[in-house]
C-alpha cells in the first residue's frame, strides 16, 4: 500500500478499506490475513473551528470564544446543535446521525446570512491549531504493517465552505451575489492553513491527505482555478518539501477539471468514483488525463447487493484496466450496503488478493 502511494509498483495489487467501515471479528480477521490493508487516518494539527468532527484531534481552541452543545430528540433522532458565541455575534449549527458508522447529517449550517462570514472570520482568527505529532506517532506504532496512515488535514477554504460552514445551495450563491463577504472569510482560512503547514508537516506521517471530496458539479472548472488550484500547489510544494506525498479525495464527477488536476501537484487521486456509480470518467481515461499521478478507484458501494457472478466480473474487467504498468490500489471508502459487507468483502479479497 505504502509502495503504490509513493508511485512505486509492488508485486500484487493492494485492497485498502478505511478502517471505520471494516467491523471487527472473525471475517474481518481472515480478510486481514488474506492481505486486506487497513487505510486509517487522524489529523496532522487541529482544525479551524468549527471542526467538522467533535473528536480528540479535531477540535481546536478558539480564543474569547464560548462553544455550547444542546441535545434534543426528534422523531426518535438526537439532534445536536453546536453553538459558538463570539464578541461579534454567534453562529450555530444543527447535525443528527446519517447513514453510515459515526455519519452525521447537517440539518442547519452555521452560516445562514451575510453577517455570519464576519463571525465566522473572528473564530477563524482566533482558532488555536496545535499539533497532533504525539498522537501521529502512537497511532503509526499501533498500526505497524497492518495498513497505511493517512495525516488528514483541514478541507480547503473553498470546499470547507461549501460542505461544513455553508451548505453547498446557499454557498454557490454567496460566492456569485456576496462575494467580498466569502472572499475574506477564505482569506482568513488560507493564512491560518497556510501557518499551521510547518506544524503539520514535521510528523512522522509519510502520507498528506486532503479530503475535499471534490466534484466538479458543485466545484466548477472556474472555481477549481481560481480558489482550489493555488492553494493545492502551496500545499503540495511544502509536501514535497518535507518528503511526504500528498493524496487528495475527489469521489465525485472530476471530467470537468481534468486538466486543472495535473498542474496542482497531488500524487495520489484518491477514491474516484467510477461511472459504475455515478463518476464521469473509467480508470483509463482518468490515468490518461492525470499523467503522473496515481489513480485508486473506489468500490462502487451500489454494487454490493449484486449476485457474486456479476461483482467478480466487474473486478475482472477492472483488473485488466489497471494492468502492471501504473500503480494501483482498490480502496473501499464508503458504507457498503447495510448487512453486505461480510458476503462482498470477501469476494473482493478472493479476486485482488
Do not use: C
Not at 499523467?291 to 456479476?310: H, T
Request: glycine share 6%; hydrophobic share 40%.
Amino acid at each position: 500500500m505504502l509502495a503504490v502511494y509513493e508511485h512505486k509498483i509492488p508485486d500484487r495489487f493492494p485492497v485498502g478499506i478505511y478502517g471505520r467501515y471494516l467491523p471487527r471479528g472473525e471475517i474481518e480477521r481472515k480478510l486481514r490475513d488474506k492481505g486486506l490493508g487497513i487505510i486509517t487516518y487522524h489529523p496532522l494539527v487541529t482544525f479551524l473551528g468549527p471542526p467538522w468532527h467533535d473528536l480528540p484531534g479535531y477540535i481546536s481552541d478558539v480564543r474569547n470564544t464560548s462553544v455550547r452543545e444542546d441535545r434534543y430528540f426528534e422523531s426518535g433522532r438526537m439532534v445536536r446543535r453546536i453553538t459558538y458565541e463570539t464578541p461579534v455575534g454567534s453562529v450555530w449549527s444543527e447535525k443528527e446521525p446519517s447513514v453510515g458508522d459515526g455519519s452525521e447529517h447537517t440539518r442547519s449550517y452555521f452560516i445562514k446570512s451575510v453577517e455570519d462570514y464576519k463571525i465566522m472570520t473572528y473564530i477563524v482568527e482566533h482558532t488555536v491549531i496545535s499539533s497532533n505529532e504525539r498522537a501521529i506517532s502512537l497511532r503509526l506504532a499501533e498500526l505497524g504493517e497492518d495498513g497505511v496512515l493517512l495525516g488528514r488535514l483541514d478541507r480547503s477554504p473553498y470546499q470547507k465552505l461549501l460542505l461544513e460552514f455553508v451548505g453547498g445551495e446557499r454557498f454557490l450563491v454567496d460566492i456569485f451575489e456576496e462575494t467580498e463577504a466569502v472572499e475574506e472569510l477564505m482569506d482568513a482560512m488560507y493564512l491560518r492553513l497556510e501557518e499551521s503547514y510547518e506544524q503539520a508537516l514535521s510528523t512522522e506521517a509519510l502520507l498528506v491527505w486532503q479530503p475535499d471530496n471534490v466534484t466538479s458539479d458543485m466545484t466548477p472548472p472556474r472555481y477549481f482555478e481560481k480558489y482550489l488550484l493555488p492553494y493545492y500547489k502551496k500545499l503540495s510544494a511544502a509536501v514535497h518539501a518535507s518528503g511526504k506525498k500528498l493524496a487528495a479525495h475527489f469521489d465525485g464527477k472530476v471530467k470537468a477539471i481534468s486538466d486543472l488536476i495535473p498542474r496542482s501537484g497531488v500524487d495520489v487521486l484518491d477514491s474516484l468514483s467510477l461511472p459504475e456509480i455515478g463518476g464521469d470518467m473509467t480508470l483509463t481515461e482518468a490515468r490518461r488525463a492525470f499523467s503522473g499521478v496515481s489513480v485508486f478507484p473506489n468500490f462502487p458501494a451500489n454494487l454490493s447487493p449484486a449476485d457474486e457472478k456479476d461483482i467478480r466480473a466487474f473486478l475482472r474487467v477492472l483488473k485488466a484496466e489497471a494492468g502492471t504498468d501504473e500503480p494501483f490500489m482498490l480502496q473501499i471508502s464508503e458504507d457498503l450496503q447495510e448487512g453486505s459487507w461480510a458476503r462482498v468483502l470477501p469476494i473482493i479479497a478472493d479476486e485482488m488478493l
